[in-house]
């Protein structure tokens, strides 16, 4: 297979973590940058890559980078590259863009230019004059950074978020990258017990049960990739029997999610249940302030209110001030909890042990870790 560059697109903050994942995927020369870990890989690592990524946006294939300050630069430079290699005769390629800091700041002419240079390349390849564009989607990016022109194809279609088991939505979902970056980014394993007790439409439990189960994120929904004529059938036949081969189905977790809200909770148990993980996630109507465990060791994980409107600021404080009573009663276990609120230690009555700058949509927050004692080493 010939070797081809990658880039895994991730919200700022997750970007190491994207490219922890890359790497466990075995697959190094990995460089991070904002937003993007690229890396050096083979076409099976593009069904690889859309299929066990947990924490990245999209799967990008680099067809080429160059620096641009005219429009003529770019449609040359544009034209120049192998568009024939992976876009058919009949493929629909669409052109999006994006412009900062670049000479070249009017997206729409760049895009169109862009368009125009790969149709001139296709032209050449195919000895024709006319594309219907009418089989498979090979939507094209042009992103311009400081002058540098990125150009790619994105083998994904739907962002890498939607896994397929979340059909219904509450108002302000977590997504479901962001939520597998949490519990990534924690020391929980799937011998510990985890607790979410603002679990909503049941986002964390769900990623954490399928880490701990070892079961691939994509492994339900389809990619734009699979359609392409450039990778065969059967390097993603053989991708995809990796999932289920690796699956660890039998492995028994102990998840738990509780809410206040009763109506999200049944959406809670929809997705579960379409995620088929109703044995392994369980979940119930509770209000924080009777939150209770007799496991040892175990983590909270959640993402709760954060009092973004005026009126809800003061409620949020008193909630905070709660979960630190609560939580720390539970006190061999290690607690993670995101909120955009800037006040939030001097509410939850303790300053966390690390925190982490993330992004929820495009609400800045923090990533509060609290770290309780080590298990003890069992004598298994």
């Given at each position: 297979?010939?070797?081809?560059?990658?880039?895994?697109?991730?919200?700022?903050?997750?970007?190491?973590?994207?490219?922890?994942?890359?790497?466990?995927?075995?697959?190094?020369?990995?460089?991070?940058?904002?937003?993007?870990?690229?890396?050096?890989?083979?076409?099976?690592?593009?069904?690889?890559?859309?299929?066990?990524?947990?924490?990245?946006?999209?799967?990008?294939?680099?067809?080429?980078?160059?620096?641009?300050?005219?429009?003529?630069?770019?449609?040359?430079?544009?034209?120049?590259?192998?568009?024939?290699?992976?876009?058919?005769?009949?493929?629909?390629?669409?052109?999006?863009?994006?412009?900062?800091?670049?000479?070249?700041?009017?997206?729409?002419?760049?895009?169109?230019?862009?368009?125009?240079?790969?149709?001139?390349?296709?032209?050449?390849?195919?000895?024709?004059?006319?594309?219907?564009?009418?089989?498979?989607?090979?939507?094209?990016?042009?992103?311009?950074?400081?002058?540098?022109?990125?150009?790619?194809?994105?083998?994904?279609?739907?962002?890498?978020?939607?896994?397929?088991?979340?059909?219904?939505?509450?108002?302000?979902?977590?997504?479901e990258t962001l939520a597998a970056a949490?519990?990534?980014?924690?020391?929980?394993?799937?011998?510990?017990?985890?607790?979410?007790?603002?679990?909503?439409?049941?986002?964390?439990?769900?990623?954490?049960?399928?880490?701990?189960?070892?079961?691939?994120?994509?492994?339900?929904?389809?990619?734009?990739?699979?359609?392409?004529?450039?990778?065969?059938?059967?390097?993603?036949?053989?991708?995809?029997?990796?999932?289920?081969?690796?699956?660890?189905?039998?492995?028994?977790?102990?998840?738990?999610?509780?809410?206040?809200?009763?109506?999200?909770?049944?959406?809670?148990?929809?997705?579960?249940?379409?995620?088929?993980?109703?044995?392994?996630?369980?979940?119930?109507?509770?209000?924080?302030?009777?939150?209770?465990?007799?496991?040892?060791?175990?983590?909270i994980i959640c993402n709760p209110p954060?009092?973004?409107?005026?009126?809800?600021?003061?409620?949020?404080?008193?909630?905070?001030?709660?979960?630190?009573?609560?939580?720390?009663?539970?006190?061999?276990?290690?607690?993670?909890?995101?909120?955009?609120?800037?006040?939030?230690?001097?509410?939850?009555?303790?300053?966390?042990?690390?925190?982490?700058?993330?992004?929820?949509?495009?609400?800045?927050?923090?990533?509060?870790?609290?770290?309780?004692?080590?298990?003890?080493?069992?004598?298994?």
């Open positions: 297979m010939k070797k081809i560059e990658l880039i895994a697109t991730a919200a700022f903050g997750l970007e190491a973590v994207v490219a922890r994942e890359v790497k466990a995927l075995g697959y190094e020369d990995v460089k991070v940058e904002n937003g993007r870990v690229s890396f050096m890989a083979d076409e099976m690592a593009i069904a690889r890559c859309n299929l066990w990524l947990r924490t990245a946006d999209r799967v990008l294939l680099k067809v080429g980078e160059f620096k641009a300050v005219s429009f003529e630069e770019l449609f040359e430079r544009t034209k120049a590259l192998p568009w024939g290699e992976w876009i058919p005769e009949e493929g629909i390629f669409p052109v999006e863009g994006k412009s900062i800091s670049s000479q070249l700041a009017s997206v729409p002419d760049c895009q169109a230019i862009v368009k125009k240079a790969v149709v001139e390349s296709l032209k050449k390849k195919y000895k024709t004059t006319w594309f219907k564009e009418e089989k498979g989607q090979y939507t094209i990016e042009i992103a311009l950074l400081k002058d540098i022109a990125t150009l790619t194809i994105d083998t994904s279609g739907a962002g890498l978020h939607k896994r397929g088991y979340r059909r219904l939505s509450n108002k302000a979902p977590l997504k949490l519990i990534l980014l924690s020391y929980w394993n799937p011998d510990r017990v985890l607790i979410d007790p603002f679990c909503g439409s049941g986002t964390i439990p769900i990623e954490a049960a399928l880490i701990g189960k070892n079961i691939a994120p994509g492994m339900n929904r389809s990619f734009a990739a699979e359609e392409w004529e450039a990778i065969s059938k059967n390097t993603w036949r053989e991708a995809r029997k990796e999932t289920h081969d690796l699956a660890n189905y039998d492995r028994a977790v102990r998840i738990y999610g509780s809410d206040i809200d009763g109506e999200v909770l049944s959406l809670a148990r929809y997705h579960i249940g379409e995620a088929f993980l109703e044995e392994d996630v369980h979940i119930q109507k509770l209000d924080v302030k009777e939150l209770r465990s007799r496991f040892q060791y175990g983590c954060y009092g973004e409107r005026l009126g809800e600021r003061r409620e949020v404080e008193k909630l905070y001030k709660t979960m630190g009573e609560v939580f720390q009663g539970l006190d061999t276990w290690s607690h993670y909890i995101i909120t955009s609120h800037p006040e939030f230690e001097k509410f939850y009555g303790k300053k966390a042990d690390k925190k982490r700058k993330l992004y929820n949509g495009r609400i800045q927050c923090n990533y509060y870790q609290y770290y309780g004692p080590r298990p003890p080493k069992s004598n298994d």
